[in-house]
């Protein structure tokens, strides 16, 4: 006997009837095995050895010999795997094999769900699995994009039938306003539409977004704030009516460097007022995850005075506080960060003056302007070396390992920095009066001067 013979000995066992009693009474063994049913050709219940009990049909199809699983027991009971069965051969003696349609249907209620599925779904999908997996920053940036842009222009449309021109048409709109958001934009949704395919919401190779070549001209922002601007600035923060932690989350920006999300989620519990700095730990900072390392920030003395005299918001962790909300619980509040400082920034500016109506989109200032007059303010005092850690960047090179300035260089140059910022918006520091001195001197200077 052949040992597929064996084989095929060693699995059956003696013919049952097909009823409840008989199909309960079946046990697990060591190996599945399978039971004939008398009376219909072909079928058998395979029991394995968890005691999963399955009705199968053996059958010769086109000369090979098949199996066909019909349903599982006892979801499917013994009437419904007598219909089962004989829908089966009515099937193979019309020439189709039961297996193959089976399949056919599994494949067809796919194309069904896929032609159902929308640009918002997949976004949906999207934002759970791949954008919940990013960094703190780029999780923010993507999430803002997808509901600020995506969602209301693409989110209706059938995914299936999303194609280049509907990808371009977004993106030319957004490209009037802002380049560098239709870019931005353009990469979020060529990431989607590849994990679309992957997910098999779309055929391999179909992404819309790979055909649209075209990128926006960007300009690299080197907006900062001039003297002159910084003492127009410091005018419309007296007189802004802004609330007093709105107006500290600007002035932490502007005279100690933070980041906008740096601002926004700064705790009490990471304040040492007595060494003036802010120990941003290494999960709530931009470069935390490379580094490794906490951010330290350091605050100039116009800083912590603000600070010591900002009394705490009761039950709030956060120094710039946002809105309070009821616990699911009902066990009192919990606080979020503050949810915007654009828009009072956006005030503040416009009565400043700062805002340039009609130009390119970069000359309005924005808030990360703030950061960037910081380290420029730094540059025009000597102290460029000092730029990158105290604004957080991480470090590049070998060198930088080496060079990393002690902590009392740092604070001094942040003081230095803080002290002509902060003196310039509360007009102790005049700087037209700096320069008519300055034109002055370099009059003496000149040859021929008495």
């Known amino acids: 006997m052949s040992e597929s013979g064996t084989r095929d000995e060693r699995e059956e066992r003696e013919p049952i009837r097909l009823n409840k009693t008989e199909v309960a009474a079946l046990q697990a063994a060591s190996r599945d095995y399978f039971n004939p049913v008398e009376g219909y050709r072909g079928l058998c219940v395979r029991v394995l050895p968890n005691g999963q009990k399955s009705y199968v049909l053996r059958y010769r199809f086109s000369g090979i010999q098949k199996k066909h699983v019909l349903g599982q027991s006892p979801e499917m009971t013994p009437d419904a795997a007598k219909k089962a069965h004989a829908a089966a051969w009515n099937l193979i003696n019309a020439g189709t094999d039961p297996g193959q349609a089976k399949a056919q249907a599994r494949q067809a209620a796919k194309e069904e769900k896929r032609k159902a599925l929308t640009v918002a779904d997949l976004a949906d999908r999207y934002l759970r699995e791949h954008v919940a997996a990013l960094g703190d920053h780029w999780r923010k940036e993507a999430t803002r994009l997808i509901n600020k842009h995506i969602i209301p222009a693409l989110g209706p449309l059938p995914l299936a039938k999303v194609g280049p021109a509907d990808i371009s048409a977004l993106l030319y709109e957004m490209r009037q306003k802002t380049s560098t958001m239709a870019n931005r934009t353009r990469a979020v949704l060529r990431t989607m539409f590849s994990r679309a395919e992957e997910w098999e919401y779309r055929p391999l190779g179909s992404n819309p977004v790979a055909v649209v070549k075209q990128r926006g001209q960007e300009t690299k922002r080197d907006r900062r704030l001039s003297d002159m601007e910084l003492k127009a600035l410091g005018a419309a923060l007296k007189d802004s009516g802004e609330g007093a932690t709105v107006l500290l989350g600007l002035r932490l920006a502007l005279l100690a460097g933070m980041r906008k999300g740096e601002v926004q989620g700064a705790r009490w519990e990471w304040v040492d007022l007595d060494a003036g700095e802010i120990r941003i730990p290494k999960e709530f900072h ?116 080496y060079t990393r300035s002690a902590a009392e260089p740092l604070h001094d140059a942040a003081e230095r920095i803080g002290a002509r910022i902060d003196g310039i918006l509360s007009g102790k520091i005049d700087p037209e009066k700096e320069a008519e001195e300055r034109r002055q001197a370099k009059e003496a200077r000149a040859p021929g001067t008495a």
């Open 286 to 401: 931009k470069t935390g995850k490379k580094t490794g390392k906490p951010r330290i920030v350091h605050l100039c003395s116009a800083l912590v005075a603000d600070l010591k005299v900002t009394i705490p918001t009761i039950g709030c962790p956060y120094v710039v506080p946002g809105k309070a909300r009821r616990r699911t619980d009902g066990k009192g509040v919990e606080w979020k960060p503050t949810a915007d400082l654009q828009a009072p920034w956006k005030r503040i500016r416009e009565a400043a003056g700062l805002a340039v109506a009609g130009e390119m989109e970069d000359a309005d200032p924005g808030l990360h302007d703030l950061r960037r007059t910081f380290a420029s303010v730094g540059t025009d005092l000597g102290l460029k070396g000092f730029a990158g850690e105290l604004l957080g960047h991480s470090e590049q090179t070998v060198t930088d390992i």
